[in-house]
């Protein structure tokens, strides 16, 4: 005969993160991803132009580069500040 009785396992807890920190790791995959796809779209469009008009210069590229990256940059660090202020709830603002 088989024996039933069997043992009360205990859960296994699980280790999760403070939510602020996976808040900040979202934002951090985020940028780097978007950074990723800035810079290599950026990239793209200079080599397209350079081939096409600049007779295969390098510094279109270069540019494409930097503006993709660049925008990338300003999103995040939008994203970024946007958590330390205090939300607005869509009214405006008028600053002297």
């Given amino acids: 005969m088989a024996d039933n009785s069997s043992n ?6 699980k280790t999760t ?3 602020s920190e996976a808040l900040l790791n979202e934002k951090w995959d985020r940028c780097l991803s978007s950074m990723l796809i800035r810079s290599g779209l950026g990239l793209s469009f200079g080599i397209v132009f ?3 008009l ?3 210069r390098a510094w279109p590229a270069m540019v ?3 503006f993709g990256a660049g925008r990338a940059w300003e999103e995040c660090d939008n994203s970024f500040k ?3 202020a205090p939300s607005k709830d869509g ?4 600053r002297p």
């Fill in 82 to 84: 946007r958590a330390a």
């Fill in 91 to 94: 009214l405006r603002v008028i």
């Fill in 54 to 56: 600049f007779k295969r």
């Fill in 17 to 19: 993160r403070p939510m």
């Fill in 64 to 66: 494409g580069l930097g």
């Fill in 50 to 52: 350079s081939v096409l």
């Fill in 8 to 13: 009360p396992v205990a859960p296994i807890p």
